[in-house]
């Protein structure tokens, strides 16, 4: 097996074996822009390592192999006392995770080579200052060593001189301080810092493998929903120097702003710097602009390439570089990260710029995305005590209390409390409190920083560089520099990730110039929109909602009941009701009819009862039919055990005993209601009497229901409209079920066409919620006018899982093991409940060709999902009414 490419091999579209970073580094080479020599270990090889626990030796050989090739190519050796080459050992995995993995810099250097480096550069601070690099980089990433006592020993270095930044330490002050590292390598590992350059590389390269399953990279698999088996590739790659100077520097930069979406470069760079200082908000960073300045034709090159970089992916990219000694690099390149607002207004601009078609431009945004440009924003009108403000770096609005670190973040979040996540600067040891914080401020960094591109990842409020803050986590306190603010942790605060602003106390929020749009269309959308930008906004989401919905197969319904639902689920651009759920028609009030038909002592006590339930569900249907007018409307039959109506066993139980302890009088209903639950208890009820066998069991029910369906659709067709019910009946599992209940609805329908002398067209189906319905659905076709697949039921009764307790119980432990990545409760499990769906078509299509069926489980709104039910054919998803707009996106990106 080849585990080693040369970058010269491969090419952008080789992401599963070489990794993102490597395949782009390849396509980099290809397009003739600068990039450093170098080589990518494959995925494959990692995963060889994990299962194994040690690389495949022909790994060592072909390293070796493709080390030689670069030593050739740079005129250096690796090693080599007088001109050594130096390395860079970098993590890649198949989709980016920011941050995860970590980079070792300048292998290489050991006692005799950082002279040889000093002597050939003529520049002995930068070769002491990579040697400290590297054994800080190397001890903390490969040996795992407390970064905390390296950062502490340069501190103190610095301190003791009386200097502030690290580039004011002369060769002397880092000679000292390499002396220190080495200690503390000796100290926390009982062996001297290795000295071996190969030994060195073959070390990061291990600690990369290791990297893919560290807690930190598991915990943003898991949120990503990035399977756990892929593995990392391995970038070998030759030094090149940021840190040799004031003609050299490191930076980052996107070909258009990540966070807004503005056209035009956005980007950070640091002079005489290297890796990650640019990002860590070690010292402040300057502007492309001020690159521009300094180093004119480095800032020209890197432009060029943008554009060249950008022509080639046809979309934002965002690019890593370093200029050594006026000398252009660029170390990495990637279809950029960008937040929802950025990601929308880019499509737009590229198809403005006829780079992409409008059906590429609906695969650059996606549901999720749309989500969040639904969340509400500060009010503009309300009062507000403007703190500090920082660099907008993610949207949203977020209030919240202050908190310090990981431990708290989880301890008040588990508390009900929402958080905002203060820091100085965050680092990857930070994930935990930003996954759960629902905001984060830090005091240092740019757009680029860690903390901006994880939380623009992970779609969450971010708020950096507000310089004026005085993070000090040890005294528990943020302090702003000239004035007396001192805040606490605990203490509310409010920070806008669109604007940058950081507010104390609460601020009122108001509905989104986007949610506006999808409410009440383009104009009313627009004039919300208080800006230039957020108009763009507002009119590019327009763009591509429209072109989704031009594109999709799929239509989108909407899962509603209650009127106000309705209505909206409407106004979201629902085209019918997937799924109205009737229990709610016997909850309140109506509890007592229930009970009485319970406790019916014959058929005469229980018509009794529904003679009085009846036009109470007929008036509830009136309202949500009309609301739908025109548009079909799907009703469940009821579903639910009868006894969810009534009252809980034990507490009937407890509430009998009390009263006989303490001598009082138990009514005669309450004993036979006491009785009556008794009787009805079932050990699994979601298994048990509910559904059909229900409505087969007292038939009057149904009957009810239907009748009640039916005089409303009469009604309303009286008054001119034009009602669509379609009557669904729940949890059917035999063909001879679904008979008997659509004998009794047609008697009924006939009845009332007759007697209101209306011609109704209500089709009746059933909803497939059991493996053996799916498997059946040819038979059941013959009886059924649609069908609407129950994937929450359908789910819970493939697996076996009952769904109101497994998700609290053992699912974490099942993420883990990797029996699944994500909840099958959450994203349909394509492979099986899929499967059974997939059948349910073929056999229900066998029979009836055009047959409508359509899905009404919380999977018609998951994105993934979505795209699976696109594929097998299905007519419709229904969604809850806030995931209508989500739903009409993605099912028009599932057609393109
Ligand atoms: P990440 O995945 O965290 O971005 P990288 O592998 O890109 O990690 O490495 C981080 C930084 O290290 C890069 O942005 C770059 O500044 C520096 N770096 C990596 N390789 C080299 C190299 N060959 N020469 C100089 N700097 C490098
Ligand atoms: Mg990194
Ligand atoms: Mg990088």
New binding site residues.
């Given amino acids: 097996t080849t585990y080693v490419f040369a970058f010269t091999e491969g090419d952008k579209d080789q992401k599963d074996l070489l990794g993102g970073?490597g395949a782009n580094l390849a396509e980099m080479m290809k397009l003739g822009i600068p990039v450093?020599p170098?080589f990518t270990i494959t995925t494959e090889a990692c995963r060889a390592y994990l299962a194994k626990g040690a690389a495949p030796e022909t790994l060592e050989v072909q390293v070796t192999t493709a080390l030689r090739q670069m030593e050739s190519e740079m005129g250096k050796r690796l090693g080599d006392p007088v001109n050594p080459l130096l390395?860079?050992v970098?993590?890649?995995a198949k989709f980016?995770m920011?941050?995860m993995?970590?980079?070792v810099?300048n292998i290489g250097l050991n006692d005799d080579t950082v002279e040889g480096l000093a002597t050939r550069s003529g520049n002995p601070r930068f070769a002491w200052d990579s040697y400290r690099r590297l054994i800080q980089m190397f001890g903390k990433t490969v040996q795992d060593i407390e970064g905390d006592h390296f950062s502490d020993a340069l501190e103190a270095a610095k301190d003791k001189r009386g200097l502030t930044l690290d580039t004011e330490l002369d060769v002397d002050a880092l000679k000292d301080l390499v002396d220190d590292y080495k200690q503390i390598v000796e100290r926390e590992t009982g062996a001297p810092f290795p000295q071996d350059p190969r030994e060195q590389m073959d070390a990061a390269i291990e600690a990369v493998f290791r990297s893919w399953n560290t807690d930190r990279a598991k915990i943003y698999r898991r949120r990503e929903r990035i399977p756990h088996d892929l593995g990392t590739a391995v970038?070998v790659?030759?030094?090149?120097?940021?840190n040799m100077g004031d003609r050299s520097g490191?930076g980052?930069c996107f070909t258009r702003d990540p966070s807004t979406g503005h056209t035009g470069v956005y980007g950070d760079y640091l002079v005489n710097a290297?890796?990650?200082d640019?990002v860590a908000g070690i010292r402040n960073t300057l502007s492309l602009d001020a690159l521009a300045e300094l180093d004119r034709k480095s800032y020209d090159e890197l432009m060029e390439n943008l554009r060249v970089l950008e022509t080639h992916y046809r979309d934002m990219c965002d690019i890593?570089f370093?200029v050594e000694e006026g000398k252009l690099?660029l170390?990495?390149t990637r279809v950029g990260k960008r937040t929802a607002s950025a990601a929308f207004r880019i499509a737009r601009q590229l198809v403005d710029e006829r780079l992409i078609t409008r059906d590429e431009a609906i695969g650059r945004v996606n549901g999720e995305q749309l989500t969040q440009l639904l969340f509400p924003q500060f009010d503009d009108e309300a009062d507000k005590v403007t703190l500090t403000k920082g660099m907008a770096a993610s949207p949203g609005a977020s209030v919240g209390e202050i908190v310090f670190n990981n431990a708290q973040a989880v301890e008040r979040t588990n508390a009900g409390a929402d958080v905002i996540l203060v820091r100085r600067e965050t680092n990857p040891d930070d994930l935990e409190g930003m996954v759960v914080a629902s905001g984060i401020l830090t005091a240092r960094g740019g757009k680029t920083s860690h903390a901006a591109v994880v939380a623009r990842g992970m779609g969450r409020c971010c708020v950096v560089g507000a310089e004026e803050l005085y993070v000090d986590e040890s005294s528990q306190t943020v302090t702003i520099r000239g004035s007396d603010v001192i805040l606490k942790a605990g203490d509310i605060i409010a920070i806008d990730g669109t604007s940058g602003y950081v507010y104390k106390g609460d601020v009122p929020v108001v509905p989104s110039p986007v949610s506006i749009y999808i409410e009440e269309g383009l104009e009313a959308g627009l004039a919300a929109a208080q800006d230039e930008p957020t108009k763009d906004l507002v009119a590019s989401v327009d763009l591509l909602l429209q072109h989704a919905d031009s594109r999709a197969r799929l239509t989108v319904r909407a899962n509603a009941e209650a009127p106000e639902d309705v209505i909206r689920a409407r106004k979201f651009g629902a085209t019918g009701i997937g799924l109205c759920r009737t229990e709610h028609m016997f909850l309140g009030d109506r509890r007592q009819l229930i009970e009485q038909v319970i406790l019916a002592e014959n058929e005469e006590e229980q018509q009794a009862a529904f003679d009085v339930l009846g036009p109470l569900q007929k008036g509830d249907f009136v309202e949500i039919l009309r609301a739908m007018d025109g548009l079909p409307t799907t009703i469940r039959l009821v579903d639910p055990p009868l006894h969810e109506f009534l009252p809980d066993l034990t507490d009937l139980s407890v509430r009998i005993a009390v009263k006989e302890a303490l001598g009082e009088n138990v009514p005669d209903k309450e004993r036979k209601l006491f009785k009556a639950v008794r009787e009805m208890h079932e050990q699994n009820p979601m298994l048990g009497l509910r559904g059909v066998r229900l409505g087969l069991k007292i038939r009057g029910l149904f009957a009810m229901q239907i009748t009640a369906i039916a005089e409303a659709a009469a009604d309303l067709i009286e008054q001119g409209g034009d009602p669509k019910p379609e009557i669904m009946v729940p949890l059917v599992g035999s063909v001879r079920e679904l008979q008997i209940i659509r004998g009794d609805a047609e008697e009924i329908i006939a009845e009332i066409e007759k007697s209101r002398g209306v011609t109704l067209d209500i089709e009746i189906g059933a909803m497939i919620e059991l493996p053996r319905a799916a498997i059946t659905a040819d038979s059941l076709t013959e009886e059924s006018d649609f069908f609407s697949f129950g994937t929450n039921d359908l789910t819970q009764t493939a697996w076996g899982f009952s769904r109101d307790d497994v998700e609290a119980e053992f699912f974490n432990e099942y993420f883990d093991l990797g029996v699944f990545g994500v909840s099958p409760f959450e994203s349909i499990d394509v492979r099986g409940v899929g499967k059974l769906v997939a059948i349910g078509m073929r056999n229900a299509r066998s029979v009836k060709p055009d047959i409508k069926v359509g899905v009404c489980g919380e999977h018609g709104g998951d994105p993934q999902s979505i795209h699976f039910f696109h594929e097998v054919g299905l007519d419709y998803v229904s969604c809850s009414p806030f995931r209508v707009p989500v739903a009409r996106l993605e099912a028009g990106r599932a057609a393109v």
């Fill in positions: 970073k450093p170098g390395l860079s970098r993590s890649g980016s920011p941050g993995m970590e980079t810099l970038n790659q030759a030094m090149v120097f940021g490191t980052v290297q890796g990650e640019v890593e370093t690099w170390l990495q």
